[in-house]
């Protein structure tokens, strides 16, 4: 079966770009999530999606960070524009319903130059 | 206060040997879920094993068992006849409201295991 879909696996980019992070969660999975991970700060949620819908931004750091779920198998996360301190691994996970575990993707391991 | 504490940032285990890291949670909720998943040098996150706060008896999957003991708030992983291939970062993770629609996950800090020959 395949797993949740993360593209691309690393990003450089410079400050000021806009970046565009990819997932696609594991079919028939209902929620997905969003996830950045730092040395400093650990595995923080940014934000999580039921049925496509955002349910829970409160993670999300600032109005530079914004995600969609524009169907069943496709999310995006974007920040624009980017900056030095947004350099993280970016995961996304999904689950399915009741006590179901959150299935991670590879991640995406962002450099802001 | 810290939902998940994680007291071993790093942990030694000779090969073959059986190995105990140690989570400790905080909540008032009844309902709750606990998880534990794996971080090799490459990155994933794996998921290894889950227990249910309503589970009577401590899960296992494969070489992994979970000890947990509710009234002391504890599940700590235990992972039996270690590999090398078992060096890692092991996260314990916790969900609370698990059946009443809570959906977030909270993490620990991570305890870094290494396996030597």
């Known amino acids: 079966d395949a797993g949740v879909i993360q593209s691309p696996r690393h990003e450089v980019t410079e400050m000021g770009q806009e970046v565009t992070l990819r997932c696609k969660p594991i079919?028939?999975?209902?929620?997905l999530f969003w996830y950045r991970q730092t040395m400093m700060r650990g595995l923080e949620l940014l934000i999580y999606?039921?049925?496509?819908?955002?349910?829970?931004d409160s993670g999300m750091p600032e109005d530079r960070f914004s995600a969609k779920m524009p169907n069943a198998s496709f999310s995006t996360l974007k920040i624009q524009p980017s900056e030095p301190r947004d350099s993280a691994v970016y995961f996304c996970?999904?689950?399915?319903?009741?006590?179901?575990?959150?299935?991670f993707g590879d991640g995406t391991r962002l450099s802001i130059l | 206060a810290q939902k998940i504490t994680q007291t071993q940032p790093g942990m030694f285990v000779q090969e073959k040997e059986a190995v105990t890291l140690d989570c400790t949670y905080d909540t008032s909720d009844p309902s709750y879920g606990l998880f534990w998943y794996k971080q090799p040098s490459s990155g994933e996150m794996i998921f290894l094993i889950y227990?249910?706060?309503?589970?009577?008896q401590n899960a296992t999957e494969g070489r992994y068992s979970l000890n947990f003991q509710k009234a002391r708030k504890s599940a700590n992983l235990v992972i039996s006849a270690s590999q090398l291939g078992d060096s890692a970062m092991y996260f314990c993770a916790m969900r609370e409201g698990i059946t009443g629609g809570g959906n977030k996950l909270t993490f620990g800090t991570g305890t870094q295991l290494k396996v030597e020959l």
């Open positions: 079919s028939g999975h209902d929620y």
């Open positions: 999606f039921n049925n496509n819908v955002p349910i829970d």
């Open positions: 227990q249910g706060s309503y589970d009577q």
């Open positions: 996970a999904s689950r399915g319903e009741g006590n179901q575990p959150q299935h």
